[in-house]
């Protein structure tokens, strides 16, 4: 066993996103405040369903996002699927200082006033991308993931990366496999390679060409006399800008028109521009939270949960944040779709120190998606059963496809 861990595992982990890792939720809600699950490559974790425990350790003192410092034992690449989560030295594998002097490179970029300033390429990307889908037969089935959701998050964080467009086919490749969690051990590896290949393409053309983007800010960071970004430091930072900015957004877009496509009324409150649908955002993060697990977070020392649950110093703890919002005794009936619900509570962007510091533009891109989809097709549908695409993965709530009949367009 890799990673040591003092107990047998109670069940496995399903590689499967949407109805399968949502019942698997509900199992692991009634068995315990945490439950020992089998992951790949012979792993074990303590899986945390529960809002309220996943909310205690999210800001516990003794839970690390450093392996290193739990596991000193830990060789980096021994668990190759695990290699893109715990290895990489960015903000999201440290603690305390480590992780603000990383973070705040960042954040400026992040605002609300940033964010603001690009919504009207967001809407200008999401105009463009409908005026092409018109072509469409309205009756024919087309995969709205592909031609839309999927879309806008790619050519906006590539957009705010500056990311030159031949290298985008590649990068985009390697992103799609990083959150798969079916992977061959060799698979995973190529993949780490792969990702490493393109940010390193990525860093050299945008030393010789800097910009007015990310890229060109991080690497100033990495220039720059006093306390410079390390070259991992600068590459692991691209990677997590790229992977966290997209396959989550893309995920909420995804769920969201599927939610919203369902009933005549909630279509015509997302069509109406002037409105706001950030309701309708807040209640799909809540019932299909985009990002279900995010490995991997570590005990520094025993940590007891009552009901004879003790975590052991240096065990690996999986934090669920899909299962608060989905848990009935924090939101009632928590399948039904409801925009007007009272007291809505999630953890779809974390708690804490390492909140999600992308989630105004995520919440952005997704209204203007879904708004500007349903005011030029209202009478978009879902075409069968969209549980058929969920992604083999137990770490987004991906979406393989979004088959939908888009309907006559609005004229
Ligand atoms: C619906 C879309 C999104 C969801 C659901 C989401 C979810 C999350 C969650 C749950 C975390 C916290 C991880 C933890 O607890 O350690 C996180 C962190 C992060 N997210 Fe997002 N995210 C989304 C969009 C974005 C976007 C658009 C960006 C950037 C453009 C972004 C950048 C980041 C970064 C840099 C972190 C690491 C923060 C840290 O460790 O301090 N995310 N995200």
């Given at each position: 066993?890799?990673?040591?861990?003092?107990?047998?595992?109670?069940?496995?982990?399903?590689?499967?996103?949407?109805?399968?890792?949502?019942?698997?939720?509900d199992e692991l809600r009634k068995i315990g405040p945490a439950v020992p699950v089998?992951?790949?490559?012979?792993?074990?974790?303590?899986?945390v369903v529960r809002g309220d425990i996943v909310a205690q350790l999210l800001t516990h003192p003794h839970v690390s996002r450093d392996v290193n410092k739990a596991v000193p034992s830990?060789?980096?690449g021994e668990v190759p699927w695990l290699a893109p989560w715990a290895d990489l030295q960015n903000m999201t594998t440290k603690d305390g200082d480590e992780h603000s002097r990383l973070r705040r490179v960042v954040v400026p970029s992040?605002?609300?006033?940033?964010?603001?300033?690009?919504?009207?390429?967001?809407?200008?990307?999401?105009?463009?991308?409908?005026?092409?889908?018109?072509?469409?037969?309205?009756d024919v089935v087309i995969d709205v993931h592909a031609?839309?959701?999927?879309?806008i998050p790619t050519l906006v964080i590539c957009d705010l990366l500056g990311l030159p467009h031949d290298q985008r086919p590649e990068v985009l490749r390697v992103f799609r496999l990083v959150a798969r969690t079916d992977l061959s051990p060799q698979e995973a590896d190529q993949v780490h390679l792969d990702l490493h290949t393109a940010m390193r393409t990525l860093i050299a053309t945008k030393r010789s060409h800097p910009g007015d983007d990310l890229t060109s800010v991080l690497i100033a960071e990495s220039d720059k006399e006093h306390d410079p970004l390390s070259e991992d430091e600068l590459v692991a930072t691209l990677l997590l800008m790229i992977g966290g900015g997209s396959q989550t957004t893309i995920?909420?877009?995804?769920?969201?028109?599927?939610?919203?496509s369902e009933h005549s009324q909630l279509r015509r409150i997302a069509a109406d521009r002037s409105n706001n649908s950030r309701n309708i955002i807040e209640e799909s993060l809540r019932k299909d939270c985009p990002v279900m697990n995010l490995p991997m977070r570590w005990a520094l020392e025993d940590i007891d949960l009552g009901m004879n649950t003790i975590i052991k110093a240096g065990e690996p703890i999986l934090l669920n944040y899909g299962g608060h919002g989905r848990d009935p005794d924090t939101n009632s009936e928590p399948e039904r779709f409801d925009i007007d619900r009272e007291h809505r509570q999630h953890l779809a962007f974390g708690l804490g120190a390492h909140r999600c510091p992308g989630s105004q533009l995520a919440i952005l891109e997704a209204e203007i998606a879904v708004s500007e989809f349903f005011h030029a097709f209202p009478h978009a549908s879902t075409a069968g059963d969209?549980?058929?695409?969920?992604?083999?993965?137990?770490?987004?709530?991906?979406?393989?496809?979004?088959?939908?009949r888009l309907g006559e367009r609005n004229a």
């Open positions: 066993m890799p990673i040591p861990f003092h107990t047998d595992p109670v069940t496995t982990m399903p590689n499967q996103a949407g109805r399968c890792m949502y019942a698997k939720i089998s992951l790949p490559d012979g792993m074990t974790a303590w899986s830990y060789i980096p992040l605002t609300n006033r940033k964010v603001q300033q690009l919504r009207p390429a967001i809407e200008r990307i999401s105009r463009e991308l409908l005026h092409g889908l018109a072509d469409n037969d309205p031609e839309y959701s999927y879309q995920n909420l877009i995804d769920h969201a028109l599927a939610d919203v969209i549980d058929a695409s969920a992604g083999p993965t137990f770490i987004g709530n991906d979406l393989l496809r979004l088959p939908m």
